[in-house]
């Protein structure tokens, strides 16, 4: 490692940790809902201090050099596994992110692990490698969350843990002279170099995964109705779209909740929101585990059953609207809730508009010829 000088990578490490430090705790002060930016924001700042003093051995009194500084820098490590842990929702174990710090700090105390360079390194480099396999580890469970960044950060962190891993028979298949100070040690350099490319890399990976979820939240959030949490009109269609040319039995399924607006105008619109709400935990619980269903606008609502033949489309509707008349509310006996259903069966074609405006037929004589009650398409078309 001729011409690396690890004081010098050090103070470099500390400059370049500072601004990725920095860098974290603005996008967090953006996207204040992501604490996660925050501690890893924290994290670096902690690891730059910890240069400074790691950089200054020599000329500060070793308790302070080899004592606090390492300690900051395993606390450092410590902080962006707890990080990890916040990204991905899980708790924080604050007194686990410290451990390692705290037990550096402890086993200084003891005389024979103060002296002894190998123990010293390797202590400090598992403990370090334990925190990052963790962060990996952590990221690898979570991977039902699909973000382009999250292999990455896996990647990452599990290179940056074998960096530290190898310290440890290093230490002791090629141990420092006695004489040696460890700022002259090509692993020092090694590592100082490793630490820049990690800040950079992390800032970079970390910031992209708290954006890749908040877009996804937002697209979520597009296609999502605000009131009942189901698919809106435009999430509804498209998924209905893409389904219908497949070549196997498909109804759609219209519901329209009856005489809504009496319900609005005599109980309130927050016992009409909650007649919503309450018929769609209904249909969700009744309607087959494929089913796909949405909310189409107001009382309106769309579900289109895949693999489903005439009959056991009218089956699936006839539990929906004998489940959801069976509601009472004691407190409101006047209340009378019930739903109007029309079914078409899915063409060849798959056109999904002809699809809808049968369903929508047939919709009408439900509520036409009474209300709470079901008409298919095929007999309402046959009867004109």
Same mark, same amino acid.
């Given at each position: ?143 039902? &969350?699909? !973000?382009?960044? *999250?292999? #990455?950060?896996?990647? %990452? ?5 074998? =960096?530290? $891993? ?118 969700? &619980?009744? !309607?087959?585990? *494929?089913? #796909?269903?949405?909310? %189409? ?5 769309? =579900?289109? $059953? ?43 074609d798959g056109d999904f508009d002809a699809l809808l405006r049968r369903a929508d037929?047939?919709l009408y004589v439900a509520k036409k010829s009474g209300r709470d009650r079901i ?10």
């Amino acid at each position: 490692m001729t011409g690396l000088d690890p004081a010098t990578l050090l103070i470099a490490s500390c400059a370049t940790t500072t601004l990725v430090g920095v860098q974290f705790l603005v996008s967090w002060r953006q996207s204040p809902d992501s604490p996660c930016l925050g501690l890893w924001g924290f994290a670096h700042l902690v690891g730059s201090i910890a240069s400074v003093g790691l950089a200054m051995r020599g000329m500060i009194p070793d308790w302070a050099s080899v004592g606090l500084a390492n300690a900051a820098m395993i606390t450092a490590y410590g902080l962006i596994w707890s990080a990890v842990r916040s990204f991905e929702r899980l708790p924080i174990y604050l007194p686990i992110g410290a451990a390692g710090g705290i037990a550096w700090s402890l086993l200084c105390l003891n005389t024979t692990f103060y002296e002894s360079i190998p123990l010293r390194v390797m202590f400090a480099s598992a403990v370090a490698a334990a925190y990052c396999f963790g962060g990996a580890w952590t990221f690898w469970r979570k991977r039902g &969350e699909v !973000l382009a960044s *999250r292999r #990455v950060a896996i990647g %990452l962190m599990t290179s940056y843990g074998f =960096c530290y $891993l190898v310290r440890v028979p290093a230490a002791m298949l090629a141990p420092l002279p006695s004489k040696q100070t460890p700022l002259t040690s090509n692993w020092v350099a090694i590592l100082c170099l490793f630490a820049m490319l990690f800040s950079i890399a992390s800032a970079f990976t970390f910031i992209a995964l708290v954006k890749e979820r908040a877009e996804r939240k937002q697209h979520a959030a597009a296609r999502t109705d605000s009131l009942t949490g189901i698919a809106n009109r435009r999430a509804f269609v498209e998924t209905a779209e893409e389904l219908l040319p497949i070549r196997v039995d498909k109804a759609l399924l219209l519901f329209d909740l009856d005489r809504f607006k009496a319900i609005n105008d005599r109980f309130g619109h927050e016992v009409g929101d909650a007649a919503i709400v309450a018929f769609c935990a209904v249909a969700e &619980e009744t !309607l087959p585990h *494929r089913a #796909v269903f949405g909310r %189409l606008g107001g009382e309106e609502f769309g =579900c289109l $059953l895949i693999g489903t033949t005439p009959a056991e489309a009218v089956q699936a509707a006839e539990r929906v609207r004998r489940t959801f008349a069976a509601i009472v509310l004691p407190d409101m006996p006047d209340l009378r809730l019930s739903v109007s259903i029309g079914i078409a069966q899915a063409p060849p074609d798959g056109d999904f508009d002809a699809l809808l405006r049968r369903a929508d037929a047939a919709l009408y004589v439900a509520k036409k010829s009474g209300r709470d009650r079901i008409e298919l398409a095929e007999y309402v078309l046959r009867a004109a």
